[in-house]
């Protein structure tokens, strides 16, 4: 549930050099599989899938390249018709490089300021989750644990859908709660935020009796209301809701940001609340002549912090073949900045934005768009009399790629703009049925 | 300018008087739930038939493809933008503080 602002964060990157253990690492996937699969043997399983897959992120980018693997492996058994027990692992696999301390257009430092740091880090999820169905009420609950070197997360979700008016309207209602910590510097009592130095890494984190690092606790709710609504057969729409608060440390403790034209930093300070909220539309319409679909979508979002954005999507998917279907997706994505953003804090009251008691080197805050293209291809079989070679009842591959633009408008690294503007995703997957 | 930061209050204090007009509030809530109530059971009256679902169930006309793509896309993009929401609200943490 929580966001990172960029993909260098994205499993909590933080530069490697801490020597946890890794022996609890992935143990939930592997119990929560393990009972899934017993409960599949004990129950004479009517059915059991398998779904593995792999995303690659990479940003290339002189001196700040970003790789991430995300693999993952789920498992869902349904013993019986009214239920599907679900257990899963996931991994992020993070490598490249991040700017530690943040300088704008005004600082007299050169681009030596500007300090390449290297990350390292390897994020593991186990999650799982129990789906109850009856009719025309669905019942599902989970939770998922996640753990890296500086960064610990706990998240339940329950949600409840129910079909009205013959199965054409669906309603659902789904909340979520992350307990999550942070590792954080152990700053001094009382500290003013201005004289607080950021981390410089995760040695020591989560360890009992260390002097030099300290925790600090994230807090999150959502709450999402659903509408579907078919219309006719060949039109469906869909309204979405979400809101969501957040607290805690909601700032990077690695990043600095520049606040003084002598060359004072100070760690990222963010405010420590946060709601948001987002309301989605989306629609699908079956174009018999193309026999495929197209999907539209638009989503508006406002925060607290005065982030306001706005999400275009269109897709269309058709059939190749009676097997194989083949997806092209552009999305445009639009956001204003923060209320404390500014390029630089240097300069004085405001020269480059606004002010105030935060600042941040975040170019999630910064005001950007970005452009997503991509395509998708996926292969299904279905087993006919015999199963398919034997052991497969279903099978289904899936190829994907993406590219995406980034444009900021007020966001540099000591004035020159960011070089990481262009980030390529693939995707690869394949889904077993049993 | 530190001294000038300090001063400033924070983005997220809100006037007391705000607190006190709830009731404005509360109506409006009252109205749009009202309205939601109305539409719903207007649509009672938009009815497909199961034997007309062939195509609402294709998987070309889910609204967001496979989940779990969807899933892991929306991780990516999301760690990249300041926005959230409007897809799913389960999540495990991505260590992005």
Request: aromatic share 10%; proline share 5%; charged share 20%.
């Amino acid at each position: 549930m929580r966001t990172s602002p960029d993909p260098r964060r994205a499993a909590g990157i933080r530069r490697s050099g801490s020597n946890h253990p890794a022996s609890r690492r992935g143990l939930l996937a592997l119990v929560l599989t393990t009972v899934a699969w017993l409960l599949a043997r004990t129950a004479g399983a009517q059915a059991a899938e398998v779904d593995s897959r792999v995303t690659l992120f990479h940003e290339p980018a002189k001196g700040s390249s970003m790789t991430v693997y995300t693999p993952s492996t789920d498992l869902t058994v349904r013993p019986w018709d009214f239920l599907a027990v679900t257990g899963g692992w996931e991994a992020d696999i993070v490598s490249g490089a991040s700017e530690r301390v943040k300088t704008g257009p005004l600082s007299r430092a050169g681009p030596d300021a500007i300090t390449g740091a290297s990350v390292n880090d390897v994020r593991h999820i186990g999650r799982g989750s129990v789906t109850v169905r009856r009719d025309a009420t669905q019942l599902r609950a989970g939770g998922s644990v996640s753990v890296e070197n500086d960064y610990k997360s706990n998240a339940v979700h329950a949600s409840a859908r129910t079909d009205l008016f013959q199965h054409s309207s669906q309603l659902e209602i789904a909340y979520a709660r992350n307990w999550d910590t942070v590792c954080d510097l152990a700053h001094a009592p009382n500290t003013d935020a201005t004289l607080r130095q950021p981390l410089d890494n995760s040695t020591g984190c989560f360890q009992p009796n260390s002097a030099t690092r300290s925790e600090a606790p994230i807090r999150t709710d959502a709450l999402q209301l659903t509408w579907s609504q078919a219309w006719t057969p060949v039109l469906t729409t869909q309204v979405v809701y979400t809101g969501q608060l957040q607290a805690g440390l909601l700032s990077d403790p690695y990043r600095a940001v520049s606040l003084s034209p002598s060359g004072q930093y100070a760690q990222e300070h963010h405010p420590e609340n946060r709601a948001r909220q987002a309301i989605a539309l989306r629609g699908a319409y079956y174009v018999r002549p193309l026999k495929g679909a197209v999907r539209a979508g638009v989503r508006g979002y406002r925060d607290t912090w005065h982030i306001m954005s706005g999400t275009f999507e269109l897709e269309g998917e058709k059939y190749i073949f009676p097997w194989l279907r083949l997806r092209v997706t552009g999305r445009y994505y639009r956001q204003t900045a923060a209320l404390f953003w500014s390029d630089d804090y240097t300069g004085g009251e405001p020269q480059y934005g606004p002010r105030g008691q935060y600042w941040s080197g975040d170019r999630e805050v910064s005001p950007f768009s970005s452009y997503l293209a991509g395509a998708r291809a996926v292969g299904t079989w279905a087993a006919g009399e015999r199963r398919i070679v034997g052991i497969f009842e279903g099978l289904q591959a899936g190829l994907g790629f993406d590219v995406l633009f980034y444009g900021y408008s007020d966001f540099t690294l000591g004035g020159r703009k960011p070089s990481d503007t262009t980030a390529y995703i693939g995707s690869l997957s394949f889904t077993a049925l049993f | 300018m530190m001294e000038a930061r300090r001063r400033q209050p924070s983005i997220t204090q809100r006037p007391a008087g705000r607190f006190a007009s709830w009731l404005p509030v509360a109506q409006r809530c009252a109205a749009v739930v009202a309205l939601a109530a109305c539409l719903l059971l207007a649509f009672g009256c938009v009815t497909v038939r199961p034997e007309q679902r062939a195509i609402l169930a294709d998987p070309v006309m889910q609204l967001q493809g496979d989940p779990r793509e969807a899933a892991q896309r929306q991780h990516v993009l999301e760690n990249r933008e300041g926005s959230f929401g409007g897809s799913s609200v389960q999540g495990g943490g991505c260590g992005c503080n």
